[in-house]
């Protein structure tokens, strides 16, 4: 990982190459054994327990959702506006996904907040979470964010920056065509306002809120909708804005950035990358007025 990070800094911002050159802090896992019974959480447990599975250090760099390098991106993104990702700060991320940035962000001092509802992470990640030396720590929190106890603005606290990569699409928020079953739609537990006010609430004055999304093309007309491939916000501008949030940027195609960083991290070798696309909306709670202003 360390090399790709190496590889991709020729083509993203100065402003974040410090992240790209936190790989050298990651660590190096070993292989665990997480068994998940039907009647109970999921526990690390022997080889040969009943249940087990193995989760070697591919995939606990990558789960389920490729390499936490992608984050370089949505990091550029914020970059440009404005946001010093070596600036140590708080920063949430709803639908982590896995560890490796949440890993790097606190190496540069971050107090990193991840959010997941995936019941393995938890325990694959448990030797990794907490204080690190360079100030930073790693906190994860499983369940739903606004939802499940502990998972409130009141007991999180405030953020710098709240992020979501590839969780908060409008195919798995708003489908198109009604979801059977749930097993590609995720309810919030709030209408879109009430859902945003509690990510206003999240925020420090003047902190930031991105929503970036990857997605493959739809399926043409005839065929069944893909709930991942409707990449677009699932929040219009007016939701942001009843709720106290300032729009910067709605639904930016992000293709050709994205495509660029896909094929140095060889992900051409799997899919076609001109089928590739990315969109983001970046959003932001108003700084407080200067005192006596």
């Known amino acids: 990982m360390q090399a790709e990070g190496a590889a991709l800094k020729p083509q993203v911002a100065p402003g974040v190459h410090a992240f790209l050159d936190a790989t050298a802090a990651l660590p190096d896992p070993a292989t665990v054994y997480i068994a998940c019974p039907d009647d109970g959480p999921c526990v690390r447990t022997a080889p040969d327990a009943a249940g087990a599975k193995p989760y070697d250090a591919e995939y606990f760099f990558t789960t389920k959702y490729g390499s936490p390098l992608s ?15 070596t600036a140590p700060g708080r920063i949430l991320d709803f639908g982590y996904g896995y560890l490796g940035h949440l890993a790097m962000l606190s190496s540069l001092g971050h107090d990193v907040h991840g959010v997941e509802v995936d019941p393995i992470l938890p325990v694959l990640y448990a030797d990794h979470v907490g204080p690190r030396p360079a100030g930073g720590a790693v906190t994860l929190h499983h369940g739903r964010l606004f939802v499940d106890e502990g998972l409130s603005p009141a ?3 405030t953020f710098d920056l ?3 990569k590839n969780v908060l699409k409008k195919g798995y928020i708003h489908p198109r065509v009604p979801p059977e079953g749930k097993t590609s739609y995720i309810d919030l537990g709030h209408d879109d306002v009430a859902f945003l006010q509690k990510v206003h609430a999240l925020l420090r004055p003047g902190g930031w809120f991105l929503i970036y999304n990857l997605f493959p093309a739809q399926a043409p007309p005839g065929e069944a909708y893909i709930p991942w491939a409707d990449g677009t916000s699932p929040f219009a501008p007016e939701a942001f804005a009843a709720a106290g949030l300032t729009v910067h940027a709605f639904d930016v195609s992000d293709d050709e950035p994205i495509r660029a960083l896909a094929k140095t991290l060889g992900w051409d070798a799997d899919m076609d990358l001109t089928a ?3 969109r983001y909306t970046l959003a932001q709670r108003p700084a407080a007025p200067a005192p006596g202003g």
């Open 162 to 164: 709240v992020m979501s």
């Open 155 to 157: 007991a999180l606290g």
């Open 71 to 85: 984050y370089a991106r949505p990091l550029e993104v914020l970059d440009a506006a404005g946001y010093d990702v």
């Open 276 to 278: 590739l696309f990315a």
